[in-house]
Nanobody, 125 residues
Framework: VQLQACGGGLVQAGGSLRLSCALSGSTFRSYSMGWFRQAPGKEREFVAAVKGSGGGTYYGDSVKGRFSISRDNAKNAVYLQMNSLEPEDTAVYYC???????????????????WGQGTLVTVSS
């Protein structure tokens, strides 16, 4: 399984970005997908996740109401729409895939089996 994330860049505070992540090498709909981020000197933080079956979505408290995760099983892709961006959102964003995600561990890094290479999002004030 390989994950390829893209869409990062430099944006002003209040702006929007859309990240994309494509999965190859396996059946996409079998995986629950997540986005995490890591700022310099900080631990990797859960951002959002979407289940493989049923498509239930989950968000970290710091992005709830501003970010939206979605998936397109026909395109083997997951997206993260980020609105009302703040300087505190600056980080490397990683997409991740899990074969068997459960609600109690959905925010845990260890619950995900495959990771993309990360894409940098920089929000200027």
């Amino acid at each position: 399984v390989q994950l390829q994330a893209c869409g990062g860049g430099l944006v002003q505070a209040g702006g929007s970005l859309r990240l994309s992540c494509a999965l190859s090498g396996s059946t996409f709909r079998s995986y629950s997908m997540g986005w995490f981020r890591q700022a310099p000197g900080k631990e990797r933080e859960f951002v959002a996740a979407v289940k493989g079956s049923g498509g239930g979505t989950y968000y970290g408290d710091s992005v709830k109401g501003r970010f939206s995760i979605s998936r397109d099983n026909a395109k083997n892709a997951v997206y993260l729409q980020m609105n009302s961006l703040e300087p505190e959102d600056t980080a490397v964003y990683y997409c991740a895939a899990s074969r068997s995600l459960i609600i109690t561990t959905i925010r845990s890094v260890s619950a995900y089996h495959y990771w993309g290479q990360g894409t940098l999002v920089t929000v200027s004030s």
